[in-house]
């Protein structure tokens, strides 16, 4: 038992009060008639005090009327009483949702939240109903609303944790809906979590229903340390045509104490190829790099070890290795061309890795159909689009699916085969000079577009500096999609589809005769994201992370309705098309394994996945702060705010009201008081006197 006002306890001096009146003497003054006093002497009277008490009934009630009231005053809180005890004999609708996030495995703190849990359940009543709801990043009501408290401790004891993600806005939405419906005169939602901040949002708009009490059960209240591997870089080396790896691994210390020493290995198919030691400051975080290694011409598996700690989930980080992509990229000069036309063009693609670019520079006139086989994007460098049977085969490449850069220079007279057209954003015209006003800017205008989405944060691309001399005029269509502007408001960038493919149009040169935009920095990753885009360019995910879904489409293409799925634990399912996209479903930690299930003897594909690296941050949510965002909600000005409750000890001594009875008990023992008081006052009836004559 604790107290709420412990200072009123300093009331219990008030007992000496009702010592002192019971041994102390008052002199009772009660006139006796006598005929006369001629024949008295007077006498002196001295009072004794007495030196014991005489009417112990009254004595005690007096004095626990003070202890009574001051016990009340002091607020005293009984902790063993059961949870929502407020509106006892009242029935109740509690929703019991418990965090079975890998950071509760951290020490023992899934122990203590099972144990919290049990207690729970101890403490509901005949009336009472329960429901239980495991949570992570996924949302498991376990159980209906039931007053069996068997099956709920047998839900409770067959629970364990899992690899996901801690996310409290789904599990409140789904207790919500559970105590809405409710008809109970009394409703609790009870959270038994260790408040991660990684977990709340502060912008999720979550209200319980008006009137539901939020009893918060606190098992995170430890202090807690961590270190994770977090991540994984990647850069690929090609010498004498073979290609090398070089592995980096982000190790982070999520602790207030140094991590010095640590090991981190690095495992390739098993087979452990380095090692290496790492000291980490408190909070910190460093880079792990490992010796390159030559690639196999297949998808490898790899897993980072570090040493284990509390925490053991995230000590293992896993990732699959594929030869690196190759982008064939074919340009096409005008037959007049310098033989310098592509050079910055090709520079720029000669040093991509991620992917990596083969280039073919050819003049259109030696363009034949054959040459688009195996290619994966085709520039049209400033030259007239080739007429004929060469020119069908180049509108089908794009129709199928291929991309076309289509740069509009100097040598660009104009003329465009009227069958071709169609790929240009609107009718050429001839060129624009801007010599005179010391050149054009660039302005981007689509950065929800893929070539231009990475420029959309600050200072991720500077197009500003670039100047532009001369471009061509384009009388846009309806049909094209504008990415950029030149300040006049002409047409710089556009984007046109055509079937399965695009072609998209730049009304400038790549070169520097009509700008300067190959001399400044940003031209690099600008022509980089172009090419990616047109080759329709996927990065192979080397992980995932758990509740995340792998694309079966990506790996094996839009023909395959069904695959067997083996999972990490050695589960095996099939997983089928049903009228929309064919997703697997990650839902634990390791490798996965998906191929076609009708060729059972086709290819598996290898998916790695890791625990969330937001999971890994033990950082602790105050409780205050996510009980007043989902109790309290601000309301207009004629409204009254909605009945909230958290259990703070104030409000679970509240709920408890042992005060009032403290109150109710002083209050008779006053009248009983009262009563014996009064009695003992008159003394024994005056007919019992021994009266005396004269």
Do not use: C
């Not at 001051?70 to 019991?96: D, H, K, M, Q, Y």
């Not at 007279?413 to 801007?434: F, H, I, K, M, N």
């Not at 005769?513 to 994201?529: I, K, R």
């Amino acid at each position: 038992m604790s107290f709420i006002a412990p200072l009123f306890l300093a009331g219990f001096a008030a007992l000496a009060i009702p010592i002192l009146i019971h041994l102390s003497h008052r002199t009772k003054k009660e006139a006796i008639p006598f005929p006369s006093l001629m024949f008295l002497s007077k006498v002196p009277f001295r009072t004794v005090r007495r030196q014991r008490i005489r009417h112990w009934l009254l004595f005690l009630l007096r004095s626990a009327t003070i202890i009574l009231l001051v016990t009340a005053f002091a607020r005293p809180l009984f902790e063993n009483l059961s949870l929502g005890a407020a509106g006892a004999g009242s029935a109740r609708e509690i929703v019991v949702m418990m965090d079975r996030s890998f950071s509760m495995s951290y020490g023992d703190r899934w122990q203590r939240a099972v144990a919290a849990a049990h207690e729970v359940i101890d403490g509901i009543g005949p009336e009472d109903r329960a429901s239980i709801i495991f949570f992570s990043n996924r949302v498991e009501v376990a159980s209906q609303p039931t007053s069996d408290r068997g099956v709920l401790h047998g839900m409770i004891d067959n629970a364990e944790v899992g690899p996901g993600h801690t996310q409290y806005a789904p599990v409140l939405q789904a207790a919500a809906r559970i105590l809405d419906a409710s008809t109970m005169p009394n409703r609790e939602a009870v959270l038994i979590t260790d408040f991660q901040r990684t977990g709340w949002d502060d912008r999720e708009d979550v209200q319980l229903p008006q009137g539901v009490t939020l009893t918060r059960l606190d098992i995170g209240f430890d202090q807690a340390s961590n270190v994770a591997l977090t991540g994984l870089t990647v850069d690929r080396i090609v010498r004498s045509g073979r290609e090398r790896a070089a592995l980096s691994a982000r190790i982070v210390n999520l602790g207030p104490e140094a991590a010095d020493g640590l090991g981190v290995t690095l495992e390739i198919d098993g087979q452990q190829m380095a090692a290496q030691s790492v000291d980490l400051a408190s909070n910190g975080s460093a880079t792990v790099r490992f010796p390159p290694f030559a690639l196999p011409r297949r998808r490898v598996q790899g897993v980072l070890r570090t040493t284990g700690d509390a925490l053991p989930l995230d000590d293992v980080f896993r990732f699959v290795l594929s030869p690196g992509q190759v982008l064939s990229v074919l340009i096409l000069e005008h037959a007049d061309a310098r033989g310098d036309e592509s050079l910055y063009l090709a520079r720029a693609l000669a040093v991509g890795t991620e992917p990596a670019y083969r280039v073919t520079v050819k003049k259109v006139t030696q363009f034949r159909s054959s040459d688009l086989a195996g290619r994966s994007a085709v520039i049209l460098n400033d030259a007239s689009f080739p007429r004929g049977s060469r020119g069908t085969s180049l509108r089908d490449f794009v129709s199928g699916g291929g991309g076309m850069l289509i740069v509009l220079g100097q040598r660009n007279t104009g003329r465009w085969p009227t069958e071709s057209a169609e790929l240009l954003p609107g009718a050429l015209r001839g060129p624009v000079d801007r010599l005179s006003d010391r050149g054009g800017t660039l302005n981007l205008t689509d950065y929800d577009h893929p070539i231009l989405e990475i420029f959309s944060a600050p200072r991720n691309g500077d197009f500003s500096q670039a100047r532009f001399f001369r471009y061509r005029k384009l009388e846009e269509n309806q049909t094209a999609r504008v990415l950029a502007r030149f300040d006049d408001g002409s047409v710089a960038l556009a984007e046109v589809e055509s079937g399965e493919g695009v072609a998209v149009t730049w009304a400038t040169g790549l070169a520097d005769s009509w700008n300067d935009f190959p001399l400044q920095p940003v031209f690099l990753p600008f022509v980089h994201q172009l090419i990616k885009h047109l080759a329709h360019y996927s990065p192979e995910r080397q992980w995932y992370n758990v509740g995340q879904v792998f694309d079966v489409a990506q790996s094996f293409g839009d023909t395959v309705n069904e695959v067997l799925v083996e999972s990490p634990s050695g589960e095996r399912r099939a997983e089928s098309l049903r009228g929309e996209p064919l997703y697997v479903h990650l839902e634990e930690p390791g490798f996965y394994r998906v191929r076609p299930l009708e060729s059972a003897a086709g290819p598996n594909v290898v998916v790695a996945v890791n625990p969330s690296v937001a999971e890994s941050d033990l950082t602790r949510l105050d409780p205050e702060v996510l009980a007043g965002a989902v109790t309290h909600r601000s309301r207009g000005v004629e409204e009254e705010p909605r009945l909230a409750a958290t259990l703070t000890p104030a409000e679970r001594e509240r709920k408890q009201g042992v005060w009032w009875y403290l109150l109710m008990a002083a209050l008779l023992i006053l009248v009983v008081e009262t009563a014996v008081s009064n009695r003992i006052s008159k003394g024994p009836p005056s007919g019992s006197r021994n009266r005396r004559g004269p």
